[in-house]
């Protein structure tokens, strides 16, 4: 017997994945009606979302093309803050079934909402996702994404759990337990951030197990950017295909964007979270194919609709299409955000390209550190890498000569020169989440 024997058998079978092939015409219609229902249901519900259309003479009706959102106020984390905890709440508690709540490592958390629809919604997103990455019911997806007030572990459980995967719901941390349940479960997918799992290589390696003799062949990785030189290095260390999940709490948490097999940007599901990208300092939008800061509206969300979030992710939209046949567009992958540029002597530098840098040359392991202090007026920044422990029982000038490569590397790309420390194995701090990379003592000294 079918086990699916409660489905009506004769009904169609919508594929998951059905809205992200859906034709770009009737893709904006849809988009424009859901626009023009959020603005009219976000004017009459959140004061502040008012109150700013109101000091520009905007109204809900003068919203009649896709365009006109350029005449919407934007909003930033700063309005999140400034109305902590509930203030943007559009629907009463009564009709809430969940909060949320980024880290808050600089202050007060912000707190987001969501409906029972929300939740729904939130799932779709997940799933097709997860679909993008050729997963489906078979699978068994260990989630090491943190549970709890973070976004990224009940998000991806619940769209994995409704695509019908078998979900080990582990949490972070505890590797040495990860692998053993990994091993024994025999998990073909596995989802946290990149410098987690990077942790988790060594942990196997240290229980003598190779990553590529088990099952698994997909990993799901993001909340924090990774460079195509970290990808390269987890894939062959552990046998896997490395999708990059994108998504913000703000906005829903993961599952705002998904790589697909071309692994050349991040669909978004832009019939829920329409894609804009503006200039981040005159707020001018963008043609396609431009970069600049990245900005959402939520189509459909109902306890928290954000309009014109700004992301402070710096992207580009297109190219558009993609070999997969899916006509949602695509995003650039994330590897910078607007607040976590570091002006270094002038130079604007982001720790994705110091991390490009080190990651091609062979030997340099992607376990780093960046220290930035200022010493007599000057900035002087230290990249602090590991490297394997064999290495080190070179000779010194071998070892010399390993250095001086990671430091080339680093300055063909960034312009500017940076002392290169060589770490021992597993002397750098680890994360069980998003990894903190960067140090910057200017300030303090
Ligand atoms: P916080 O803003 O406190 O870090 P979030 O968990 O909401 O809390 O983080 C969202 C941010 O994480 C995004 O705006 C982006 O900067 C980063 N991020 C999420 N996914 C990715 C990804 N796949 N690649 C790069 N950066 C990502
Ligand atoms: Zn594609």
């Known amino acids: 017997m079918n086990s699916n024997y409660w489905n009506d058998q004769n009904s169609p079978v919508m594929p998951v994945s059905a809205p992200d092939f859906m034709p770009q015409e009737q893709l904006r219609e849809l988009q424009l009606h859901r626009l023009k229902s959020l603005v009219k249901y976000t004017y009459d519900r959140v004061e ?11 109204r809900p009706e003068h919203i009649k093309n896709l365009e006109d959102i350029a005449i919407l106020p934007t909003f930033t984390k700063s309005d999140l803050r400034d109305t902590y905890p509930f203030g943007l709440f559009a629907t009463p508690m009564s009709e809430i079934v969940r909060f949320h709540a980024s880290s808050g490592t600089t202050g007060k958390p912000i707190v987001v909402a969501y409906t029972k629809d929300d939740l729904r919604l939130w799932s779709e997103c997940v799933q097709r996702a997860l679909a993008a990455c050729g997963l489906g019911a078979g699978d068994i997806i260990q989630n090491a994404y943190g549970y709890g007030l973070f976004t990224g572990g009940l998000g991806l459980h619940q769209g994995a759990t409704d695509l019908g995967l078998t979900v080990v719901p582990v949490s972070g941390g505890n590797s040495e337990r990860q692998i053993m349940l990994m091993r024994d479960f025999g998990a073909t997918a596995v989802s946290c951030t990149p410098s987690y799992f990077l942790h988790l290589i060594d942990a196997a390696k240290a229980q003598g197990v190779d990553m590529r003799d088990l099952p698994l062949r997909v990993g799901v990785f993001g909340a924090e950017p990774w460079t195509d030189e970290m990808r ?49 300092e005159t707020l ?37 299409p993609c070999e997969c046949g899916r006509r949602i567009r695509r995003i650039r992958r994330i590897h910078a955000r607007t607040d976590d540029m570091l002006i270094i002597r002038g130079v604007n530098i982001f720790p994705s390209q110091i991390e490009a840098g080190l990651l091609s040359v062979d030997g340099a392991l992607p376990h780093y550190a960046i220290i930035v202090t200022r010493e007599n007026n000057l900035d002087k920044l230290e990249v602090q890498v590991e490297i394997p422990r064999e290495k080190f029982s070179d000779k010194i000038s071998e070892i010399e000569k390993l250095r001086a490569q990671i430091a080339e590397s680093i300055h063909r790309i960034i312009n500017i020169a940076a002392t290169v420390t060589l770490a021992e194995p597993n002397s750098l701090p680890r994360s069980e989440g998003k990894a903190r990379r960067v140090t910057d003592l200017r300030g303090r000294q």
């Open 232 to 280: 390269r290095h987890i894939e062959e260390e552990a046998g896997i295909e490395a999708f990059d999940i994108y998504g913000l709490t703000e906005i829903c948490g993961p599952g705002v964007g998904i790589e697909c097999k071309e692994h050349h940007g991040l669909h978004i599901f832009e019939d829920h979270f329409y894609p804009e990208i503006l200039d981040p």
């Open 284 to 320: 001018e939008p963008l043609p396609d194919g431009e970069e600049g800061e990245l900005v959402f509206t939520t189509l459909t969300k109902q306890a928290m609709p954000m309009i014109r979030y700004r992301t402070r992710d710096l992207s580009v939209i297109g190219p558009d």
């Open 48 to 58: 502040l979302f008012r109150n700013r259309c109101v000091e520009r003479g905007v």
